[in-house]
C-alpha cells in the first residue's frame, strides 16, 4: 500500500492550441486527431500529433448546434440539439462526410450529450430524456428505446448495464438499459446543483455541477445512489474527465480545476489553470490535457510529483481533520492523542515551504483543537502536518478567498 502524501506539488504547463471558428463546448481525442463539437461550427478536426502546434485539418458546418461528440473507430456521433443525432464517416478526417442522421420530425427535442457502446447510441436529450438509437446501419440510425425523464437531460455515460445521466433540473439519474428498447429509470439523486456532465469510475459517480461544483456518489446501488463527497469550484463545472486520480473539471469562467480524488469523501482541489476563455469541455489522453475552451482548443501538460512519510499508516488518518475544508479565512484542524507527550503542528505551502507552526508543547490525552487563521495567506493548496512521539500525520487543506 503507498504511504499517505506528505506534500504534493502539481504541474500544469500549456504545451499549445488553436483557434476553432465557431464556440467549442465538447472534445474527443481518438488517436492523433482531437474531434471538437464547435456549437455554430458543426464538427471540427484537429490533428494534434504534434501537441505544440494542433492544426485544424477539416470541419463540417450544420444547420443546428453542436453540443458533443463521441468518437468510435472510423465514426463520430454528434449530439446536434434539435437534428438529434449525426454520424460521419471520419476515416478522411481532412473529409469527414455525414452519412446518417436520427430526427423525429414529428417530436422535436433537443440533444446535448452522446455516448456509444458497441451498436448502439445513448442520447441525453433535454425534452425526452433518454435516447436509445440503434445504428448497426449508421446511414439509417433508428430509435429503439426511450425513458422520459423530465427536467433537462444533459450528458449521458454509460457503464455496464446502466445509462446515467446527469439532468440540469432533477439531479442525477440511473436508467437500467440492459434491455434497449425498454430502459428503465431505477434511481435518482436530486438536489445537488444543476448537473451538467459526469464520469463514472467504478463504483462512483463524479459529476459537475454548475451550481456546486464537483459531486461525487456512490453508486453500487443503483436503485439508492447515495451522496459520498463534494467540491466547491471557484466557476460553473460544466465538464469533467476522470484519470487516475484526480478529476479535470472544465470550470467555465475559472478555466480547468484538478481535483484529488483519491478519498472521495473528501475531494479537494489540487491545482488549477485559468484558460483565455471559457472553458467548457475536457478530455485527458495520457498527460495531455485538452480543453474546449469557446475559441480554442487549448492543450495542457500535466505533471505531478509527491514526497512521501513512509512512516504514517493508513489508519491514523481517522484522527487528524481539518473543518470545514475548503475554508476562506479560518480552519479548525482537531487530532486525539493515545498518550500525552510534546506535539507540533506546523502548516505547509504545496511547494513544501513551512507557513505557521500553530500547536508546539506538551499536550494530555484526548481530543485537541486548534484554529489556523489564514488571514494574509494566498489562496491555495496547503498542508497541516503533526508530529507527537513517533506518530505523525497530514492533512491536506484547501484555502479559497
Known amino acids: 500500500m503507498l504511504a499517505p502524501v506528505l506534500a504534493l506539488g502539481q504541474v500544469i504547463e500549456y504545451v499549445g492550441s488553436c483557434e476553432t471558428p465557431g464556440n467549442a463546448l465538447n472534445v474527443f481525442v481518438s488517436g492523433d486527431y482531437a474531434y471538437v463539437a464547435d456549437y455554430l461550427s458543426g464538427l471540427q478536426i484537429f490533428d494534434v500529433s504534434d501537441a505544440a502546434n494542433p492544426e485544424w485539418v477539416g470541419g463540417y458546418d450544420l444547420p443546428s448546434y453542436a453540443y458533443d461528440i463521441f468518437v468510435s473507430g472510423n465514426y463520430a456521433y454528434l449530439a446536434n440539439y434539435s437534428y438529434e443525432l449525426r454520424i460521419f464517416d471520419i476515416s478522411n478526417p481532412s473529409s469527414p462526410a455525414l452519412v446518417g442522421t436520427y430526427y423525429d420530425y414529428n417530436m422535436e427535442g433537443y440533444s446535448t450529450g452522446v455516448f456509444q457502446v458497441m451498436n448502439t447510441v445513448y442520447v441525453a436529450d433535454g425534452y425526452f430524456g433518454l435516447c436509445v438509437v440503434d445504428i448497426v446501419d449508421p446511414a439509417d440510425p433508428i430509435l429503439i428505446g426511450r425513458c422520459q425523464l423530465g427536467g433537462n437531460s444533459y450528458e449521458v455515460f454509460l457503464s455496464g448495464s446502466y445509462a446515467y445521466v446527469a439532468n440540469n433540473y432533477t ?19 436530486g438536489n445537488i446543483g444543476g448537473a451538467m456532465n459526469l464520469f463514472i469510475s467504478g463504483m462512483y459517480a463524479y459529476i459537475a455541477c454548475d451550481y ?7 453508486i453500487s446501488n443503483p436503485a439508492n445512489p447515495s451522496l459520498l463527497g463534494q467540491c466547491d469550484t471557484p466557476g460553473k463545472a460544466y465538464g469533467i474527465f476522470v484519470s487516475g486520480d484526480y478529476a479535470f473539471i472544465a470550470d467555465g469562467p475559472s478555466g480547468l480545476q484538478v481535483v484529488d480524488i483519491r478519498d472521495p469523501s473528501q475531494p479537494t482541489i489540487a491545482c488549477s489553470y485559468d484558460t483565455p476563455d471559457y472553458a467548457w469541455g475536457v478530455f485527458v489522453s495520457e498527460n495531455y490535457i485538452f480543453v474546449a475552451d469557446t475559441s480554442s482548443l487549448i492543450i495542457l501538460d500535466f ?43 506546523d502548516i505547509y505551502s504545496i511547494t513544501g515551504q513551512k507557513v505557521a507552526r500553530v500547536v508546539e508543547g506538551v499536550q494530555k490525552v484526548g481530543e485537541h483543537k486548534v484554529v489556523w487563521d489564514a488571514e494574509g495567506v494566498l489562496s491555495g493548496v496547503y498542508f497541516a502536518r503533526m508530529e507527537a512521539g513517533e506518530r505523525q500525520e497530514t492533512v491536506r487543506m484547501i484555502l479559497l478567498k
Open 171 to 189: 439531479g442525477f439519474q440511473i436508467v437500467d438499459v440492459s434491455n434497449p428498447a425498454l430502459p428503465v429509470l431505477v434511481g435518482n439523486l
Open 212 to 218: 456546486s461544483g464537483l459531486q461525487i456518489a456512490d
Open 303 to 345: 505533471q505531478y510529483t509527491s514526497i512521501q512519510d513512509e512512516s504514517i499508516t493508513p489508519n491514523s488518518f481517522s484522527t487528524f481533520r481539518s473543518y470545514p475544508n475548503p475554508f476562506n479565512s479560518s480552519t479548525t484542524i482537531s487530532y486525539s492523542l493515545a498518550q500525552a507527550g510534546r506535539v507540533i503542528v
